[in-house]
């Protein structure tokens, strides 16, 4: 789903409510074991342009407004230009929302949509979305690998997927309150199950930038891939960044382990909690700082209060939320790391990325899901063909 990731809103505050698209048409059945591949012809979306961000962006903690200086976006190693490789999941998201508390024992009224999602997947897509060259390495299952598929296709990104004979999709179910705040109970799946067989260092041609979702990391196989990925990007001159996912993995897998194994990253994207779980400060700001003196930059998500930005030690950027109704924070984390990736892969400097991560986050906010605009009404439940 919106990867299992926890967390407010990111980037947005309450306001109006968005719609979403037709359906997807069926994609033809895929042998299992057999790799997907977008079409050479199939270029990112051009129609999901993002929406101009606002001019103000609320000051740092030095009281800046301006653009990150030079060692900082050579610290993230993020330069303008080239394509962006997400390693993650794709998930089956099934959202139930709910006015009233969840009552044990009984039944509880709920609209249920069903939506593509996944904390790697939602980030391409939104990046591909957002005009990037994107790729997705990911695991599907056996049970909906078409579908997904054509969703990753359908929406610019390039999908190399192998497909697991043995074990489903991930799923996700995920409860959603009034507030738009989740609970979620989640099957890895085949998402669990990805290695470094999966990988391939044709990958990594035309690619200018590495971003692994911390969910990779949280299986023995999926470790093992992430240090290989990070190992080829890093031999190529390519820049890594890291989601470290959600809290409650992190904590099991261990937080020292976690900054140990992701170490290779120049660029690390927590929300407020995971940062303060990485560092045990109390403060984004100062958990920030830190977490910059370990990666070179540090972009901390403060949900409905916008984004700040670290480099080399200090806050050097920082934005407000933008304004929208929050229907359903699914996703919200990985659309800003779409949105703050693609602008700074088309050369934007730190102030109008953390910008465009607001914005991209505020959108997803507005839709049931984790994904892009699809134009289905909000509650309609999203036809799916099983393999």
């Known amino acids: 789903m919106g990867d299992a990731q926890g967390g407010s809103p990111q980037g947005a505050s309450p306001t109006a409510a968005g719609a979403q698209d037709e359906a997807p048409e069926k994609a033809s059945p895929d042998p299992a074991g057999a790799q997907h591949e977008t079409p050479e012809e199939t270029p990112p979306n051009p129609g999901g342009a993002q929406g101009e961000a606002p001019e103000e ?3 740092d903690a030095a009281g800046a407004h301006g653009e990150v200086p030079e060692r900082a976006a050579s610290a993230a190693g993020v330069v303008g230009g080239g394509g962006l490789l997400v390693v993650g999941d794709v998930v089956t998201d099934v959202v139930a929302l709910h006015s009233a508390p969840v009552a044990p024992g009984t039944d509880t009224a709920a609209d ?5 999602g996944g904390s790697g997947a939602n980030t391409a897509s939104w990046a591909a979305h957002l005009g990037a060259d994107t790729r997705l390495l990911t695991r599907l299952g056996y049970d909906s690998s078409e579908w997904h598929t054509a969703e990753l296709v359908r929406a610019g990104v390039r999908p190399h997927a192998q497909v697991d004979p043995t074990h489903p999709t991930a799923v996700v179910i995920a409860m959603v309150d009034a507030t738009g705040e989740r609970s979620m109970l989640t099957n890895r799946g085949a998402g669990g199950q ?5 990988w391939d260092d044709a990958f990594l041609d035309g690619v200018a930038l590495l971003h692994l979702s911390g969910y990779t990391f ?5 470790l093992a891939l ?11 001159g390519i820049a890594i960044s890291v989601d470290p996912a959600s809290t409650g993995p992190l904590r099991e897998f261990g937080v020292e382990r976690f900054l140990d194994e992701s170490a290779p990253a120049g660029l690390i994207i927590p929300n407020r909690d995971e940062a303060l779980v990485l560092t045990g400060v109390g403060d984004p700001e100062r958990a920030a700082e830190l977490l910059s ?3 070179g930059t540090a972009v901390v998500k403060l949900g409905s209060q916008g984004a700040l930005s670290a480099s080399g030690g ?4 920082a934005a407000e939320g933008v304004r929208v109704h929050a229907l359903d924070t699914t996703g919200a984390g990985d659309a800003f790391a779409a949105g703050y990736l693609t602008a700074r892969l088309n050369g934007e400097g ?11 986050g505020a959108e997803c906010v507005a839709l049931v899901g984790g994904r892009p605009r699809y134009g289905l009404e909000v509650h309609r439940l999203y036809p799916i063909h099983a393999d």
Do not use: H, K, W
Request: charged share 20%; hydrophobic share 50%.
């Open 57 to 59: 962006a609320s000051p």
């Open 112 to 116: 249920i949509a069903l939506r593509p």
């Open 194 to 198: 990805i290695s470094p067989a999966d």
């Open 218 to 222: 949280f299986t023995g196989p999926g």
């Open 226 to 236: 992430a240090r290989l990925a990070m190992e080829r990007a890093t031999a190529a």
């Open 293 to 295: 003196e370990r990666y």
């Open 314 to 317: 200090r806050i050097v950027a």
């Open 350 to 360: 730190e102030a109008a990325a953390l910008r465009a991560g607001c914005q991209a």
